[in-house]
């Protein structure tokens, strides 16, 4: 595998002095030898004899995450003998939209977020990856129907596509909490929201606080509220109505939305439910959780993504001093489980064989399991064996998605930045600090209509 770097210049990587992989001899795991891998489906990839070939593909993985993609294309080219380019740049948003207009596109993008690639599949920069591939991924991802609506933009004509394939995906619906302290107070998981609002209550009727909740983040503070929105609407309203208020089809203050910000306010705005009262905006995210792990605990719950753990005290040991369960949905309420994440797209930005090659690899269990089995990788794909996870943490993570009936992408992440990465937040921070939903809504609504 030739390995360029912040750059999509042949020149460049000559410069650097990159060398091919050796394929067989670098693979992490032998062909036919670990049975947690599907390697029949390693073996049907050698059908495909691309010798010779080579496929350019740019993205925004660079470090330990550059490591873990190169390891799992490895498995690509050995099975077809085609040469994988990858060039991973922390400028991509901006390095691809020079690159595409410049004509000098790479086969394949790989988009932090499908709002850019959405840009560039409405202006002619993307090609489309057809119905047979919107079909398998409705028929063989969870929650398929999702994965294929978040990919499908409008094309240069207006007409919808699926342009877009979800490969590694992030997952935010979660609530982290201490065994020992659940096993002590003699509390269960709870499976609904209502359960969840049920033990929030006991909790406080036994003497607790319930919810370690922060909002601090610097010039960024208030993203986690928005998350709490996000995660209320998926659970009060359906997928549709949803998509419909992060695309400004309804406005902020609609009592829909509203609502949902009203239900993070059952949480939050309940000085018994937190342990910072008051001062719930001005708690750091990152120091936020650490009540978990207090002895007497200072909250016994705490609503992150999957990345918080990365923030808990040093020692603590997953699945044992802290774990995690699905944010539950209403059981009254009859929409099914809906998960809340984010994920990586990969597109055709130069619509060639081997680049279209590279999507059906990624159809593949093995080009999932080979990354499951590392770290930082999450997928929807039914057809992988979840045991290949590389520890049970993740697989808990895979097994929350592959149970959801809904996806949706981080809805701040699909707005507009003064209003996704503005407004929205600075309104959770007066939502908290007691100015009210209805207003709150307003607010941010007059800034999305203020944008020209």
């Known amino acids: 595998m030739i390995l360029r770097f912040g750059t999509t ?84 948003e901006q390095q691809i939209v020079i690159d595409t207009q410049a004509g000098s596109a790479p086969d394949v993008s790989i988009f932090p977020q499908p709002g850019l690639a959405s840009d560039l599949a409405g202006k002619g920069f993307l090609a489309p990856l057809g119905s047979d591939t919107a079909d398998w991924v409705r028929d063989n991802y969870a929650a398929g129907q999702s994965w294929v609506d978040l990919g499908t933009f409008k094309g240069k004509d207006g007409e919808e596509e699926l342009f877009g394939f979800f490969y590694k995906v992030d997952v935010k619906s979660l609530v ?12 269960d998981v709870p499976q609904t929201m209502e359960e969840l609002k049920a033990l929030t209550e006991q909790i406080v009727a036994d003497g607790g606080t319930p919810w370690c909740i922060g909002l601090g983040s610097g010039g960024a503070t208030g993203w986690p509220g928005t998350d709490w929105v996000e995660d209320m609407m998926l659970r009060t309203q359906p997928p549709e109505v949803y998509d419909q208020w992060v695309r400004n089809e309804i406005p902020f203050n609609d009592p829909k939305v509203v609502g949902a910000i009203e ?32 002895s007497p605990p200072a909250c016994y719950m705490h609503r992150q993504a999957s990345f918080i753990p990365s923030f808990f005290p040093e020692g603590t040991e997953m699945g044992v001093d802290a774990d995690f369960f699905y944010f539950p949905a209403y059981e009254g309420k009859d929409l099914g489980a809906p998960v ?41 794909h039914k057809g992988v064996n979840v045991e290949a996870y590389a520890d049970d943490t993740l697989k808990g993570l895979g097994e929350i998605l592959l149970g959801a009936t809904t996806f949706r992408f981080d809805g701040s992440d699909l707005m507009p930045g003064a209003v996704g990465a503005g407004s929205f937040w600075t309104g959770m921070v007066d ?22």
Do not use: C
Not at 50 to 69: N, Q
Not at 178 to 187: E, I, L, T, V
Not at 271 to 292: H, M, N, Q, Y
């Open 9 to 92: 210049t042949a020149a460049a990587a000559l410069a650097v002095g990159l060398t091919s992989m050796s394929a067989q001899a670098d693979l992490l795991f032998k062909p036919g030898e670990d049975p947690r891998f599907n390697w029949e489906s390693y073996e049907a990839l050698k059908a495909n004899d691309l010798s010779g070939k080579t496929v350019t593909v740019f993205g925004p993985w660079l470090g330990p995450d550059k490591d873990l993609v190169e390891n799992t294309m490895a498995y690509f080219e050995e099975a077809t003998g085609i040469d994988v380019q990858y060039s991973g740049s922390d400028s991509f």
């Open 431 to 452: 939502f908290v600090g007691g100015k009210p939903a209805d207003q709150v809504g307003t607010e941010i609504q007059a800034s999305w209509d203020a944008i020209k």
């Open 263 to 294: 239900e993070f306010g059952w949480f939050a705005n309940n000085e018994k439910f937190v342990d910072t009262p008051g001062a719930v905006a001005a708690s750091d995210f990152r120091d936020s959780p650490k009540g978990l792990f207090s």
């Open 176 to 187: 982290w909490y201490s065994p020992d302290n659940f096993d002590d107070a003699g509390y």
């Open 340 to 380: 809340l994440g984010a994920g990586t797209v990969f597109a055709l930005t130069n619509d060639t064989p081997e680049g279209r090659a590279l999507i059906e690899f990624l159809k593949s269990p093995i080009a999932h399991e080979v990354w499951m089995a590392q770290s930082g990788f999450l997928t929807p």
